[in-house]
């Protein structure tokens, strides 16, 4: 390595008469803040002289600790700072350390904490607390301690200072070597080879780094230009050459480039860094001292690793390519958009900017119906006319699938012009294909995060529009926000709610109306939630089938209703029915009718005493796969009824084909039994239905005796509602039949 002028652990004292020589050699640079002036004078008389690692010193004063904080800041090369703890207060330096540490960010700086009063800062305490070096009373600086503490606080600086300068070089490299091949990712890496090279030598950055590219097949070589230096150099960028004045550099640099290899010349070295796409590079280096064997071994290992990330090249072009474009359209991607939203918002464009996405109508069935080569002619033909309309500083990208994004100025991006683009047909396959597109937007002044949440917003509002009107627009406002992140939070709160039990299921007694006899109940499902309050359904349970929580709970559900059942006839109550809602997700799920099967054998539940409501909705949602599952259902012996009955829009023959077992009419069509003819009518169209297709009618949300007596006389045999009870507890209803059956009242059994 090369050889310092006096060795690390040698302390050079001169006489305080002798002359010394002025050199223009750095300085290791001490900062003395103190009140009192007299530790100034006392500091300097014990250190003149003094030479630390074959630097010499220099002082810079400060008499109070916001002095010394100015003087921080005006000077980021201070090595040391002797820090008095009390000055304008008693606490003044020790304030300060937390400055030093916290605001100014100066971490490479070494403190030693003095004191003349150890009472006001215990030692222990100090140390613990604070980010300090050393802890010194005054008294015990002696001229030899503070010469053995100050050589230690700038030898640790100085390793952190070395430390710190690799790492910054280090990080250059990393930045520049994802962009090598663009003019200023080219500049940044070879900066970054200077400093790191020069930092393994001990230098500050002084030397260039010149490349030359092949212009041809036949490995014709344009001249070799600077594309990187610092120091004396700096001026040198992008200039050949053969236009630098000096020489030696000149030539060392050629021949370097003829031999392909290292050359360690006195003071002097050229370093290969090595050939790949067709440019090479080397690296030169000036005022360095004789390095031995292992100094050179390392400077060419380091020279080794940048070959091989320059061999990379075509490989990091491929992953930028990867992480920042769209592989089908070569359209910028979710990640690059993300980055550009963010990069505007810093600059202060986004006060002003528009994100519009859009997304292609009834895209995904055209893709189904004519082949995936068509569906990319599609996006093709879309991506051309939204470039070919909005070029920079516009930005188009393509999010995914079939959504894309426009960036850009408000006054550029209005959401009816860019809608007139999808008025004419595309031309697709040597053909013409009309594709609409429906529009949700923001400014991005309306958010208060970086580009992943603009474009969330974004896809909140495109949500909203698809919902209402496909082709339309609709703009983010913050209630769409308020709505989303409501149904997020209850989604986490019913996963918890799961796990702590707080779901629970309550039975709703159902009657025959001609005799008033129990038959059974329904089991509905319901969340108090820690604070006691309870969750209404029709809030969570559309949550629970979005989430898919739903199976999981609905489960759960029909275990728990055959337990109920079960102790309801062990409790002296045989041929009760328990009905039990099922969810067209629970319906779907490939596991349904094993949890069925398990929840009637861990039960001893009687299935003819079992009872499945699925929707009428649900039922008509796919015929063939529905009547299916129902028959094994029925199979099983568990009858099955039709929820809700009225509200859909059901095939008479396909409901004959279902072969359900009961109709369950609506509460909607039950309340209004004694306010609208026209409800009467359809109630009583239901009746006549089931008694044709021989089924039997439940009516639920019965309230009144008047809407009773109405649903018996039009013929429906069962009822459920207020009118005989109100949903309870398993223990309740147990209870609740027994008093029944004390007072008279005819129960089951």
């Keep these: 390595m090369r050889t310092p002028a006096v060795s690390a652990d040698d302390l050079l004292f001169c006489d305080e008469d002798a002359a010394v020589p002025v050199q223009p050699r750095p300085s290791w640079r001490v900062l003395i803040a103190d009140d009192e002036v007299d530790v100034h004078e006392s500091t300097v008389f014990a250190l003149r002289g003094l030479e630390i690692l074959g630097r010499p010193i220099s002082f810079l004063h400060a008499y109070s600790a916001a002095e010394a904080r100015q003087k921080l800041i005006d000077h980021d090369d201070v090595a040391v700072i002797l820090l008095d703890v009390v000055m304008e207060r008693v606490d003044a330096g020790l304030e300060l350390v937390r400055v030093i540490r916290e605001q100014l960010r100066q971490t490479e700086l070494r403190i030693v904490l003095r004191t ?58 990393v930045r520049g070597s994802s962009e090598l091949m663009g003019e200023r990712g080219l500049a940044e890496f070879a900066a970054g080879v200077i400093t790191q090279i020069n930092a393994l030598l001990g230098l500050p950055p002084e030397g260039l780094i010149v490349a030359r590219h092949s212009v041809d097949a036949e490995g014709d070589w344009t001249e070799a230009v600077v594309v990187a230096a610092a120091g004396t150099f700096r001026d040198s960028v992008r200039r050949p050459l053969g236009s630098l004045d000096d020489a030696h550099a000149r030539d060392l640099i050629r021949q370097c480039l003829a031999e392909r290899r290292n050359l360690f010349n006195g003071q002097r070295i050229a370093l290969w860094l090595g050939e790949t796409s067709g440019t090479v590079m080397v690296v030169y280096v000036v005022g360095i001292g004789a390095l031995d064997e292992a100094a050179q071994g390392l400077i060419e290992l380091f020279c080794g690793n940048v070959s091989a990330c320059l061999a990379n090249l075509d490989l990091f072009d491929r992953l930028k390519s990867a ?58 033909a879309v991506s051309a006319r939204l470039v070919a309309h909005y070029p920079w500083p516009v930005m188009v990208a393509r999010i995914h699938g079939d959504t894309f994004a426009l960036l850009g100025p408000r006054e550029r991006l209005d959401p009816e012009a860019v809608a007139q683009l999808f ?24 958010i208060e995060g970086g580009g992943s949440e603009a474009i969330k917003n974004a896809s909140i509002a495109l949500k909203r529009a698809k919902a209402t009107r496909r082709g339309g627009f609709a703009r983010y406002d913050r209630r769409m926000g308020e709505v989303v992140r409501a149904r997020v939070d209850l989604v986490r709160a019913l996963r918890s709610a799961m796990h702590a039990d707080e779901l629970f299921l309550c039975f709703q007694p159902q009657v025959r109306l001609d005799n008033g006899r129990i038959i059974g109940a329904e089991a509905l499902l319901r969340w108090k939630g820690p604070d006691g309050m309870p969750i209404p359904p029709d809030r969570f349970i559309p949550v629970a089938e979005h989430s898919g929580l739903i199976v999981d709970i609905g489960r759960r559900t029909l275990r728990a209703a055959c337990q109920c059942q079960v102790a309801v006839v062990a409790a002296g109550f045989p041929g009760f029915r328990m009905a039990v809602n099922i969810s067209m997700a629970q319906f779907r799920h490939p596991g349904f009718l ?78 209004a039994l004694t306010r609208s003819a026209s409800d009467g009518s359809i109630v009583h169209t239901i009746i006549q239905l089931a008694r044709n297709l021989d089924l039997t009618v439940i009516a639920e949300g019965v309230e009144t005796p008047e809407q009773a007596k109405m649903l018996s006389s039009m013929g429906c045999r069962e009822a459920q509602g207020f009118l005989i009870a109100r949903p309870m507890t398993r223990e309740d209803l147990t209870r609740w039949l027994l008093a029944r059956r004390e007072t008279g009242w005819p129960v089951v059994g």
Excluded: C, W
């Excluded at 294909?433 to 002044?445: D, P, Y």
């Design 323 to 380: 992480a920042y474009a769209d592989t089908l359209l070569r359209l910028p991607n979710r990640a690059r958009l993300v980055q550009e939203i963010d990069t505007r918002r810093e600059s202060g464009e986004a006060e002003n900017a528009l994100l519009l996405l859009l997304n292609l109508d009834h895209f995904s069935e055209t893709n189904e119906a004519l082949g995936h080569h068509y569906g990319d002619e599609i996006l093709r």
């Design 423 to 446: 008025r004419q047909p595309f031309a697709v396959a040597d053909g013409e294909q009309m594709v609409t597109a429906t529009f949700g937007g923001l400014m991005l002044r309306e």
């Design 116 to 173: 003349g009063q150890p009472g006001y800062a215990p030692e222990m305490d100090v140390v613990r607390d604070y980010d300090i070096n050393d802890y010194k009373a005054k008294a015990d600086l002696t001229q030899a301690r503070l010469y053995t503490t100050l050589t230690a606080a700038i030898r640790s600086y100085n390793q952190l200072h070395m430390i710190s300068a690799s790492r910054r070089g280090l990080d250059l490299i």
């Design 594 to 671: 094993g949890d069925l099967s398990q929840a009637i054998q861990e039960s001893g539940v009687q299935p003819s005493q079992l009872e499945l409501e699925i929707t009428e909705s649900m039922a008509m949602l796919e015929p063939d796969y529905v009547s299916e599952v129902i028959r094994t259902i029925k199979r099983m012996g568990v009858t099955v009824a039709v929820d809700d009955f009225g509200t859909g829009f059901s095939s008479l023959s396909y409901l004959q084909r279902l072969a359900v077992d009961r109709l369950k009419i609506d509460r909607a069509f039950t309340g």
